[in-house]
């Protein structure tokens, strides 16, 4: 009797759940997967390209929390991690392997899940709306292919390869706005805006002394793009109100080789590492004038940049292959360990150092939405 009781209430219970309408269902796993999205932590992405090893910083305690050896997941001493970034959600981060001609997928546990086959890939940039993964050639490549890659995430299948008419293709952003991907030349002042909607193209020119376009960063409104310029230690900013011809409105002298850039939240300051005098630069784009020149021990050939998703935080990677930083410690291969300084924007005082393996290069960490 007490059987057929469970019974009765088992299917009472599955009929009310049949009847509430599929919208009502879809509305409850959303919430849970909204859930399970806010509870993972910020984590900060670094690749350590002289030891072929991945560093994860957590963001609460800013320490490392995991490192991970390519050698141990198959890939040789010689994959040259590079450039990284996480899905919006915190749910996957993806990096380019120079040396594999791979472009890895990790889930947030730090376990390999996917992975694409490119040649000489280097930095990488997520399409704010679609499935796809932008994919620029390394600089350190000679004579890579004139063309930039485009990744489904989901799967890691490498869709297509799109021609970009000039050498080197380097420097590479996608615009919050809508479907419009920019990507630079290092041999030229080239500039291509490619729209992955309609396949239309544009080539922007510049005159003058080369200036080998780093790396872009966009605003968050979409409405500025900055330029940093190897050659001319320069940042360039560009208005993207036709974001098919990108306009150059203002020069900055900055410090020397400035590198990857990364705005604020609120589209207000961008900032980068100028890696030939061991400087960060805090550029104030509603001036547009340089805000401050960060100086500090730690700041050793500064590479990559990334933020707290609060913009409290600024996080930038060190090769320091000179040994200009003192470590407290030595790396295994003897080279001077990288560090990453975690500096805070409002006072742009050196809150830690953080040491990580040889010749850290990029850095990410969750893209904005």
Known sequence: ???????????????????????????????????????????????????????????????????????????????????????????????????????????????????????????????????????????????????????????????????????????????????????????ENQIFSYNLETNETNLTTLDGQTHVFVDFAISPDGERMVATAQMTGQALIFDLSNPASPTLTDTIEVGAQPWHPVFSPDGQFVYFGNKGDHTVTALDIKTPTVDATITANGIAQPHGSALSTDGQYLYISNNNRQGTYQASHSSATADPPGTITVINTETYDIEKVIEVETYATGIGTRARQ
């Not at 509870?39 to 305690?61: P, R």
């Not at 899905?87 to 730090?110: A, C, M, Q």
């Open 1 to 187: 009797m007490i059987a057929s009781l469970r019974n009765i209430l088992f299917l009472l219970l599955a009929v009310c759940w049949l009847t509430v309408p599929l919208s009502a269902q879809n509305n409850h796993s959303k919430q849970k997967s909204d859930h399970i999205s806010s509870s993972l932590g910020q984590q900060i992405y670094v690749c350590n390209q002289g030891q072929a090893t991945l560093s994860v910083i957590d963001v609460k305690t800013n320490k490392v929390v995991d490192n991970i050896d390519l050698q141990e997941l198959g890939f040789s001493a010689n994959a040259k991690p590079h450039h990284t970034v996480a899905e919006p959600d915190g749910s996957h981060w993806y990096v380019t392997l120079i040396g594999e001609n791979r472009v890895l997928k990790f889930n947030h546990e730090n376990e390999l899940v996917g992975q694409a086959e490119m040649e000489v890939p280097g930095l990488i940039t997520l399409h704010p709306t679609r499935d796809l993964l932008i994919v620029g050639r390394s600089m350190s490549a000679v004579n890579p292919p004139q063309s930039i890659g485009v990744i489904r995430r989901s799967d890691m299948k490498l869709m297509k390869e799109v021609q970009t008419f000039f050498r080197r293709p380097h420097a590479i952003a996608s615009s919050p706005k809508g479907n419009w991907i920019y990507v630079a030349s290092l041999a």
